[in-house]
């Protein structure tokens, strides 16, 4: 199948400019179409759905379950929709307003960002939630589901053009690649004329790729090799809580932990009883951590740089702040790292030096989320520095515009 | 000569990390003793200097003309540098910090990016700019100068290290690369450990290289092909006046007028008698404007896409307001366009739908600058929409960070 990927972004630069029309109730009344959409074509999701499902056979049990729709998670899934569509609308909002000494009356205005691509793989709700946070902010979107998915993805990309049509917007405004060639994917990398932006939902070898071979600005993030460490100071009985709590809660995502660091002054006090406090969990000491912890395994080469994703646990004592903030600078992927201490100065190092997209203080690093910091929905977590940083919210998906106003004036 | 670049990332990342935690007077002392050190250093700079514009052979007066530095010019670099140290620092600023539902004191602080890499040609200003700006904001640079201004450039380096090391701050807070081999420039685009941030300052060339061949977020701009559209409703004598301002006032830069649409119903007022008010401007017209410009020169195939950086503007009489949209999606380089009008509407749909970093209404495109945007300070014109767009002040050399703080919390 010849997919004409340039037409495709043609046509959603157009999208794009007629979705900079329409008033933000337009945009909400077109994603409650969507949740619509979902619930009266239940049949044919689950039918679609259930196609993809059987096909799925080369693909892992957890992978599966993130495949595999049914009524119940529909409708949750329009539910999440619905609620979108309520969402505080960042575009339009004036950021600032002056009126300068040249006499201009000058505006920052937040503005969608255009074109946004999107790269994802099993889930097919990710298609909905990104299309329904593009619609919301205005965003034109071309979607790039797994293979997995293709049979949802083709039925689900029907619904949603229809609930466009439905409120007077382009179905253009989110279109899916009709086919899972990877050769779609590189050339999507490459057409910054017009796409604004790429987000990469899936692992660091996604995410490589979109570095390395595209020329739009991608968001880079998802990965988490997060830390803890327990200063001498630290009140042993929260920390064990807030290890056990960052380790085990739901150890399969980024901001769960990866690597505890133990100040040497209080490693005999706290180490030894927590294999008891973390049944299940598997240690890998180092071998300054090994002998508070016989029953540990000892940590590999590579082990403090990796992202654990199960019940694993890196364990390294360290001789102060000093040298945990060197371990932090070498190996953390800047998503979320944690310090436990009585020490206010420690703290503020810890704050100021751990150049992470979050950074805690006495807390579990799985705080590190768009639900939990109140966004309301996150379209991705990003570890990169530039335009947004953690977890992005609507705002993340819009840009600024500077609107100057004048009465025929000219600088001087 | 061989440089270890690597091993200069390395110590941009540490000196950035020790830059994280100095206050913000530090960093203003810092500011001001390069400012010093330029002027107790004048001698030895305008000698290097006086050697780079003898070796100047090969390139033409404009550019020998930005190569070239006086006592004047150093003056000015040296009080321009000591009105960065005064200007409002944005690190540390608190974006917004909200107690959630979930007990954590949550807020997002502004830091400094860390490591920014700039890519650049024969203004040595640069190079004393971008080192300013970088250690106001608590980041370190990498900086890679044109060959033209290597001596300048030597002598400079050691003046600003200097400076630093006398306030206590690393000297590898500024590192120049001590070779213009261009094999550095690519392998500097793909230090993305090291480095968080690329600023080209140069031609379309350079930052097609830097998206091409990078990994590293860069910020593109400084090119302007720039529009302004004359509407039906135009106060046709104020026309007159901003068409002057935005073509004549400075044509050599990016915001200088490049493409002037007309609308149909005011081409025969308007038009004829535009020659007289462009004295030593040489007119393109299209074949719709042709008729009423007999001494204009016939536009050229890929004239509306030219960036002129001098005295000649292409010409094209349009329809309405949706032919002039069309042209500025299909032409703008997204920098600076305007709209001239009498019409709410008109201007109102234009705001909207014209996708360029500063949009102007009644007013030239001349205003798109830091200085007469109030920022203080111009690090470049960014014509992409992450990040920072249009003219970036400070706080453009700048990310956030989320702060969780609890006392032994955990999710629930």
Same sequence: chains 1, 2.
Avoid at 91 to 96: A, L, Y
Avoid at 138 to 152: C, D, P, V
Avoid at 225 to 247: F, G, P, Q
Avoid at 344 to 353: C, L, T
């Amino acid at each position: 199948m010849t997919v004409d990927l340039q037409g495709m972004g043609r046509e959603a630069r157009k999208a794009a400019r007629l979705l900079a029309r329409t008033s933000s109730d337009q945009r909400a009344s077109a994603v409650r179409a969507i949740a619509e959409g979902l619930s009266s074509n239940t049949d044919r999701i689950l039918a679609a759905n259930g196609k993809d499902c059987e096909q799925a056979t080369d693909i892992g049990p957890a992978l599966l379950d993130r495949l595999r729709l049914d009524e119940a998670r529909l409708t949750a899934l329009a539910d999440d929709t619905r609620s979108v569509a309520d969402l505080p609308d960042p575009v339009g909002q004036v950021m600032e307003r002056r009126m300068l000494e040249n006499g201009l009356d000058l505006s920052r205005v937040r503005v969608p960002l255009g074109v946004v691509g999107v790269i994802y793989e099993a889930r097919p709700n990710v298609t909905v939630d990104i299309a329904a946070l593009c619609v919301r902010t205005g965003n034109a979107s071309i979607l790039r589901g797994g293979k997995e998915t293709r049979h949802t993805n083709a039925v689900l990309g029907q619904v949603i053009s229809e609930a466009l049509e439905s409120q007077g917007l382009p179905a253009a405004a989110v279109q899916g690649i009709p086919s899972t060639d990877r050769r779609y994917v590189r050339e999507l990398l490459r057409m910054d004329q017009h796409v604004d932006m790429i987000i990469p939902r899936g692992g660091a070898g996604l995410h490589r790729l979109c570095r390395e071979e595209g020329t739009i600005p991608v968001i880079t993030g998802g990965i988490g090799i997060c830390h803890v460490y327990v200063d001498s100071t630290a009140d042993l009985e929260a920390a064990y809580d807030i290890v056990h709590n960052a380790k085990t809660q739901r150890p399969s995502v980024c901001n769960a932990l990866d690597t505890l660091l133990v100040h040497e002054a209080v490693a005999e006090q706290f180490l030894p009883g927590l294999p008891a406090r973390l049944p299940g969990v598997t240690l890998h000491a180092s071998p300054s951590a090994a002998p508070f912890l016989p029953t540990a395994s000892a940590a590999e080469d590579g082990d403090f740089d990796r992202e654990w994703l199960s019940l694993d646990l890196g364990v390294r004592v360290v001789g102060g702040l000093d040298q945990a903030l060197d371990h932090i600078a070498e190996h953390s992927s800047g998503h979320s790292d944690a310090i436990l201490t009585g020490s206010e100065d420690h703290a503020e190092r810890f704050v100021a030096e751990v150049d992470s997209a979050a950074v805690y203080v006495n807390a579990s690093t799985r705080f590190t989320d768009g639900g939990q910091f109140g966004l309301g929905a996150e379209v991705a977590v990003s570890t990169q520095k530039l335009h947004a940083r953690g977890p992005m919210g609507l705002e993340a998906l819009t840009t600024y515009k500077w609107v100057g106003r004048g009465q025929g004036l000219v600088r001087t």
